[in-house]
């Protein structure tokens, strides 16, 4: 292992740590720890470390998982804008979590921060960097919409969140349904600016933004009193993240084409959800009010606070 991905490790390493004990923290139960290895000279070789909670108190599932492999061949989605890069060896390290809370007026949340690394034949080692986090409520809440965005903001900076906000609601789109997944935050991918400490600085700079961006918005909503009916609105809604996963998302797309452990890409899915034919909600309610005044982008730094800012 050269000296940059141990830094990187050691990094990740470090950072699913304290999101883990953050996370226990807000919830009061303790998540199980899963190491995995593989065995050498297969399609992937490597080794992870899966950390989740299931039926916690205030989080229904939460999976905080750290992988570093090598493989043979980089996967085609890996490639898509690396043609010349097809065929080589790679590494990969990151750290993904999803958190899926029981309480519908608790968002689900998404982080993704990684690197990759290919050793083509004819040239030297390239790396690149991908991540971002994201918010996907039930019902919304312009205040935490707003925090949201504002922390990453000050994560990335206002030239980067200039480029990674728009980045995120394009890539964060079920184009089969024309709509938005969520609310969005900052998205970035094939990011080589700076080098290696341009992009290892940007990876840390949206982790440690994790915590202070999502942790305000559960201990603002956890206790919020809800029924059946708030259930099955979230219940409906978490189906368009299982389509988004299955259908649009890179991420997944890599682990099962380059040979991944399906345990660990499957645990981003929520435990519980459904679908229903044609369903539009009334209009002028609070499930409404998601498609009319939340999904479609907007410019949540900016915006002055209307009077449901709650």
């Avoid at 804008?81 to 809370?101: C, D, Q, T």
């Avoid at 394009?170 to 969005?184: S, T």
């Avoid at 080098?195 to 940007?202: E, I």
């Avoid at 044609?278 to 606070?305: I, V």
Wanted: proline share 7%; glycine share 10%.
């Amino acid at each position: 292992m050269n000296a940059t991905t141990a830094q990187v490790r050691d990094y990740l390493l470090d950072l699913q740590h304290r999101i883990v004990t953050g996370l226990e923290a807000l919830d009061g139960q303790v998540f199980a720890t899963d190491p995995w290895q593989r065995e050498p000279g297969g399609r992937l070789e490597g080794e992870g470390l899966s950390r989740m909670l299931e039926g916690g108190a205030v989080f229904e599932r939460a999976a905080v998982l750290f992988s570093h492999v090598k493989g043979r061949v980089l996967p085609p989605s890996a490639t898509a804008l690396r043609p010349h890069l097809a065929g080589a060896p790679f590494e990969a390290l990151g750290v993904s979590l999803v958190i899926h809370p029981h309480n519908p007026f608790v968002p689900t949340v998404h982080l993704n921060v990684r690197m990759l690394s290919a050793q083509p034949e004819n040239g030297p080692a390239v790396s690149w960097f991908g991540g971002g986090m994201d918010l996907t409520p039930y019902y919304g809440f312009e205040r935490d919409a707003q925090h949201f965005h504002r922390v990453c903001e000050k994560a990335v900076g206002p030239e980067r969140y200039a480029r990674f906000k728009p980045a995120c609601d394009e890539y964060f789109f079920l184009k089969h349904r024309n709509e938005a997944r969520g609310i969005g935050g900052v998205f970035y991918d094939d990011y080589e600016e700076g080098g290696f400490d341009g992009g290892f600085s940007l990876m840390k700079a949206v982790g440690d933004a994790f915590l202070p961006a999502y942790a305000p918005i559960v201990e603002r909503r956890h206790g919020y009193a809800y029924g059946e009916r708030e259930r099955d609105f979230q219940a409906y809604r978490r189906g368009r993240y299982v389509e988004f996963n299955l259908v649009w998302d890179r991420g997944t797309l890599f682990g099962l084409q380059s040979g991944g452990r399906t345990e660990s890409i499957l645990l981003s899915m929520p435990p519980v959800a459904n679908w229903r034919y044609q369903y539009q909600p009334e209009a002028g309610t609070p499930e409404a009010r998601l498609y009319t005044d939340f999904l479609p982008p907007r410019d949540w730094l900016n915006e002055k606070p209307t009077a449901l800012w709650l």
